[in-house]
């Protein structure tokens, strides 16, 4: 009757047996063993809801009834072996928690939200797709934005940005965060996810207009919604490292119908440069080194950088040391070996007990083992750093012997040993 009749007669006949038909279908799933009858029943009641929204009412009405919930009725049948079935309830519990005014929470919520990263998550999932699609829906509902964020949905996000998708599953991808950044407090703390690089990184080569446009509807709302000034100048220097304005000015040059894209650029424009002109150097460097991506900014071979800024590094109990000599521990790309083994050495040489606080957070060890790197230029800058930690060593030992037995350290009574720094 349902699948056969038109949708007038459908709909009339949804109306006069809205319970009838509610039980009909869950009964049948319940207690029907064939894979292929639950398939057909699931894709039914997915038709239907597509069909009308307001449809979504006839199961909360019957589980109500029942004295139930339809997330316990539903929610099972993502236990299932068969993928198709999986995939079809899990479309149709977003809908049913997005277009009713009954909101999924507690363990219900929590539950389905961790089947959507894992769907995310799993190598080789034909249905990606349609779980993206499902976390879209979801994250349009201010409710559920918070939720998926307390069970590290963003990095999830962004590990399947990461993978070899096609542009749609990258747009929807990116649809969930630029959902996601509507929430003030989520837009503060987006970026310390590297938020922002990912996507400057997309930009850069993307070619499809939904999904340049998408991310720069995302860099907006992370420069607007922020409440707290700061939070919005690191992401505004964020963004110029990641060569957002570069790549904003490539895309002026092209022609665009549509409005959005073009007012988002002439914001994220404006805001960019007026950034530029309050950037110091430290800013700069503090984002690049957040970033991850460590290059050979100028920042780092400048002399006067060093000088002024070395004791800015043990702000926040020694906060970017640690990520440099995180860096050291886990990056296995040279470039980024090179620079951050190179910074701590720099960091040594310019603050009198730097040597004692990179002996204290391990980066002397981790330095010293990139000695036998196989990258010659890291074992290049491994050795620097590792001078200037020695050199500082025969400092200390030279007072000590002028102390104690008032000879100089190079035999000489009376005179200092004079002792040439090592080049950064």
């Not at 987006?190 to 922002?196: E, F, L």
């Not at 409005?259 to 002109?277: F, N, P, T």
């Not at 290059?295 to 040391?321: D, G, M």
């Not at 190179?342 to 060890?365: A, N």
């Amino acid at each position: 009757m349902l699948d056969t009749s038109p949708p007038p007669r459908r709909d009339q006949f949804l109306k006069e047996h809205r319970y009838e038909c509610a039980r009909t279908f869950l009964e049948m799933i319940a207690n029907v063993a064939k894979d292929q009858t639950v398939q057909y029943l699931l894709t039914m009641i997915d038709d239907i809801l597509q069909e009308d929204r307001s449809r979504v009412e006839i199961f909360h009405e019957y589980a109500r009834k029942e004295n139930t919930t339809v997330w316990r009725l539903f929610l099972p049948l993502l236990n299932r072996q068969d993928p198709f079935i999986v995939n079809q309830a899990g479309r149709i519990i977003a809908k049913l928690a997005c277009w009713s005014n009954e909101t999924m929470e507690g363990a219900d919520l929590h539950f389905f939200l961790a089947f959507l990263k894992e769907q995310l998550r799993m190598q080789n999932n034909e249905y990606k797709q349609a779980t993206a699609r499902c976390l879209q829906m979801l994250l349009r509902v201010e409710e559920y934005r918070q939720a998926y964020a307390t069970v590290d949905g963003i990095t999830t996000i962004l590990n399947a940005l990461s993978a070899n998708n096609n542009f749609q599953i990258q747009y929807q991808l990116i649809f969930c965060l630029w959902c996601m950044t509507f929430n003030p407090d989520l837009a503060e703390k987006m970026n310390k996810y590297n938020v922002i690089p990912v996507l400057a990184l997309i930009l850069t080569d993307s070619q499809k207009e939904k999904v340049f446009r998408i991310i720069l509807a995302t860099f907006r709302n992370l420069l607007e919604k922020p409440e707290d000034s700061q939070v919005i100048q690191e992401n505004a220097v964020a963004m110029v490292h990641g060569k957002v304005l570069k790549n904003l000015s490539l895309l002026q040059a092209r022609k665009f119908d549509d409005q959005d894209i073009l007012d988002d650029m002439q914001y994220l424009d404006e805001k960019l440069q007026a950034s530029v002109q309050d950037l110091s150097s430290f800013d700069e460097y503090v984002s690049e080194l957040k970033s991850g991506r460590l290059e050979w900014s100028p920042v780092h071979k400048s002399e006067r950088f060093w000088r002024e800024n070395a004791v800015n590094f043990n702000e926040k109990n020694y906060e970017l040391l640690k990520i440099l000599t995180r860096l050291l521990e886990v990056s296995k790309d040279p470039l980024i070996l090179s620079v951050a083994v190179h910074d701590i050495g720099e960091y040594v040489r310019c603050y009198p007990r730097g040597k004692s606080v990179i002996e204290q957070i391990g980066g002397k060890q981790l330095a010293m083992t990139l000695l036998t790197h196989e990258d010659a230029n890291v074992r290049y800058q491994a050795l620097l750093a590792v001078q200037k930690m020695m050199v500082q060593n025969w400092e200390y030992l030279g007072k000590q012997l002028e102390q104690d037995t008032g000879v100089s350290a190079s035999g000489t009574a009376g005179t200092k040993k004079s002792v040439i720094p090592a080049k950064g």
